[in-house]
């Protein structure tokens, strides 16, 4: 790659949007004056912004103690309310209730909605009455003996939670009642000669000890990083747009496409110019925020009672520094996948629509570390997005040292996923059916017929994703309309209907219905070797201890809640498993899954997913449907772990079998494995030097050198499988030249 062509092509893309009016406008021209105009909108607002009275109804007023008094009035008491509270509610008194109960909540529901009162609160009839007779029975001061107290009717405060004036009401009730009680309290225990105190013996005071750059760092370190990534994602999204789409609609990409630079040096230079437009998009809209939003919470704390002062004031400057260092990589990878999804767009405005998946998806990742119990750990440090605003929170913070020690994963899991985007963007360009996609309606007869008619001997990408997708949604309500085993032959009868109906039916369904050769997307043929059955099942049981390792270290990442455990606990599946035999376990766990899930998965999706021209990208991608398929989370990543090498075992003798069998030996395995019990390992010598017991009774553990053993062996049989001839399909031999810059082969005669 020449970098003096990527400067060029990166001079001319910046140039071309820097005469673009509109490009200039969003970037530069809004933000300086859309948020002045929003903090200005915000502080005109404020004087429009005040607290409605509560209209209150109490019924049963007849039956309240004179002392102390409640109401005075048409409000409550001086005695529970300060002057300003007192104008926030306005009662409306009746003597006693007309109706029952029941009949007054339908009737107040009623009056709410029409908005006649905002809550009502009931007293019971006898409310005076019983009150003084709980007086009564109450032990005088020093007596030792026990009295049987008087219960009293509860006052009831009648509201719409669905109408927000009627929980505000509520709320405002039940203060004043509150204080009511307790001056009810100190009136009972003055009349047994008892201390006021004797009812609050101490009152909690809270102290913060945080100076005061430490708390404006811990607010400024939630907003300030999700700021930064919003506005990188958002100023990516127009120029990759117009830099893709845009020159595709003007017709200027197929003059940059003749040129005589490499396609790679066309994506790095429109990658650098999408970058310096999100990272000057990001940079500027995180000052102006910033600043603007210092100013505004200044003015509006100005303008309140005294005392309510928050004291944000301004970020610390260290954690602009942080920001813009964070920035670059941030921007890339933002920018990478902006440009690649753009590239598929035949428009501007169909760029836009497949640009809101992305938006959908990052979104989630930006928001988890606003949760107040998320913090930066190895897990977090190794999702994307999520740790390096993670990272970003804990260096405003100032924590340092906590940072550091997460710094490498974080850093490690940005690189990787920005090169990975950068590929993915670079192969878009280097595919012509991507780059010249021709328009076209929809029509669904038509569509229909074309999948009849034009078949082709394995499924499209896009039928392979379809067919994953479906799996996954069809688990996902299965999930909730399937009940919950209680014994083994619900289990059974659930796991059946899962793996046969919800998972292989429709996989073989569609290799019937989509291609013409349903047992070669399938892969049903035999293995391309004789040595492969068996290779795969000395795979399986080779690697099964660092797969049971790898799930150990997973659920250590990320531990299932207790709530969940306990469920499982509840459940009680394992007993009922393990009280069955042996072999009905086996067939149910290991050989029902083996069969259906592989045709699933490496059969009809992994076929498809092939004809991206990119194995390990066909792997990868099969191996995540599979994980997503297994539940939760901790099953799901282990589950992608063991599906990437399956999906290398199929891809590389070209056969399904041997994919099902290695999965049927490693589910096997996991079975046995809870079948051996102590006393069983101190009897068999090879047994001890396999497996150590686990402290917890449950299933025991490999020992570590046994796994490290087996490991190399199973490493061995890879490399074997490596140096077996790999038959190439079509699409993977055109990548591969394209990706070598090597001529193809001229086509022979027919």
């Known amino acids: 790659m020449t970098w003096t062509n990527v400067k060029l092509i990166y001079s ?33 607002m404020q004087q429009f912004l005040r607290e409605h009275a509560s209209q209150v109804r109490v019924i049963g007023a007849g039956s309240l103690p004179a002392d102390p008094a409640l109401i005075d009035g048409a409000t409550f008491s001086a005695q529970l309310c ?53 007086r009564g029975t109450l032990p005088p001061a020093g007596s030792a003996e026990s009295h049987r ?52 013996p101490f009152e909690v005071v809270s102290i913060d000890v945080a100076e005061e750059g430490r708390r404006r760092a811990a607010i400024w370190s939630k907003i300030l990083p999700f700021i930064l990534m919003v506005w990188a994602l958002t100023g990516a999204f127009y120029p990759a747009i117009d830099l893709c789409a845009g020159e595709k609609e003007r017709g200027t990409l197929e003059t940059l496409l003749s040129s005589p630079a490499q396609r790679s040096e066309i994506v790095w230079g429109k990658l650098l110019t999408v970058m310096t437009f999100s990272m000057a998009t990001a940079l500027l809209n995180l000052i102006i925020t910033t600043g603007m939003a210092s100013f505004v919470i200044t003015q509006l704390e100005s303008m309140g009672p005294a005392g309510t002062r928050m004291n944000v004031g301004s970020p610390p400057l260290a954690s ?82 906590e940072a550091l020690r997460y710094s490498v994963p974080v850093i490690g899991v940005t690189a990787a996923c920005c090169l990975l985007a ?61 009940p919950v085993p209680r014994d083994w032959a619900q289990f059974a009868t659930t796991t059946l209907v899962l793996q046969v109906a919800l998972i292989a039916t429709p996989a073989c369904l569609m290799a019937i219905m989509l291609t013409r050769k349903p047992l070669k997307t399938l892969s049903l043929g035999g293995p391309s070797f004789l040595a492969a059955l068996p290779g795969a099942a000395l795979l399986a049981a080779c690697l099964h201890p660092a797969m049971f390792w790898l799930g150990q270290g997973i659920q250590h990442l990320y531990p299932i809640s207790p709530a969940i455990q306990e469920q499982l606990q509840q459940l009680g599946l394992e007993q009922y498993i393990q009280a069955q035999p042996l072999w009905q376990v086996l067939l149910l766990i290991a050989v029902t899954p083996a069969i259906c899930e592989e045709l699933a998965f490496r059969g009809f999706i992994l ?29 799901s990543l282990a589950a992608g772990a063991v599906g990437v090498v399956i999906g290398y075992v199929v891809v590389k003798t070209g056969s399904l079998w041997p994919g099902v069998l290695y999965h049927l030996v490693h589910n096997g395995l996991a079975v046995l494995q809870t079948r051996v019990s102590p006393e069983l390992i101190q009897s068999q010598p090879l047994l001890r030097m396999l497996f150590e017991p686990s402290a917890e009774g449950g299933a025991p553990f490999y020992s570590v050198p046994a796994t490290i053993v087996l490991a190399a062996c199973g490493l061995g049989v890879l490399w074997w499988l490596k140096t077996l001839p790999y038959h190439q399909s079509a699409e993977e031999r055109l990548q591969a030249a394209l990706d070598q810059q090597i001529p193809l082969p001229a086509k022979a005669p027919a």
Request: charged content about 20%; overall charge neutral.
């Open 82 to 134: 300060a002057p300003p509270e007192r104008k926030l509610l306005h009662l409306e008194t009746v003597a006693q209730a007309g109706h029952p109960l029941d009949e007054l909540r339908a009737e107040t529901q009623a009056d709410i909605e029409a908005g006649r009162y905002d809550a009502v609160v009931y007293f019971p009839p006898d409310f005076a009455d019983r009150l003084a007779q709980f």
């Open 607 to 635: 076929s498809g997913l092939r004809r991206m021209g990119h194995k390990w990208g066909a792997i990868v991608l099969c191996s995540v449907f599979f994980g997503m398929a297994h539940g939760m989370l901790q099953q």
């Open 320 to 401: 602009l520094l942080w920001l813009v260092l964070a920035l670059p990589p941030i921007a890339a990878l933002f920018s990478a996948l902006s440009l690649a999804i753009a590239a598929f767009a035949r428009s501007s405005k169909e760029g836009q629509y497949y640009l809101m998946p992305l938006l959908m998806v990052s979104l989630p990742l930006m928001m988890l570390p606003l949760l107040p119990t998320t913090e930066l750990d190895l897990g977090f440090a190794l999702i994307p997005i999520s740790g390096l605003m993670l990272l970003l929170r804990t260096l405003i913070e100032g924590q340092y040292l």
């Open 422 to 482: 950068i590929r993915w963007a670079i192969d878009q360009f280097n595919n012509e059916s991507v780059l010249f996609r021709e328009s076209e309606r929809l029509d669904l007869g038509l569509w229909i017929r074309h999948l009849v008619r034009d078949r082709l001997d394995t499924p499209t990408v896009g039928e392979a994703i379809l067919c994953g997708v479906l799996i996954l949604v069809i688990r996902f309500f299965s999930n909730f309309l399937v």
């Open 149 to 200: 107290l008087e219960a009293i009717p509860q006052p009831e405060i009648l509201h719409d939670t669905a109408n927000e004036k009627s929980k505000v009401a509520r709320d405002r009730v039940e203060n004043v009642l509150r204080r009511w009680r307790e001056l009810l309290v100190e009136d009972n225990l003055r009349e047994r000669q008892l201390p006021a105190a004797t009812a609050k």
């Open 12 to 44: 001319r893309e910046l140039r071309d949007q820097l005469r673009d009016r509109r490009t200039l406008f969003t970037i530069v021209v809004l933000p300086l004056l859309l948020y002045p105009l929003m903090g200005m909108c915000l502080l005109q």
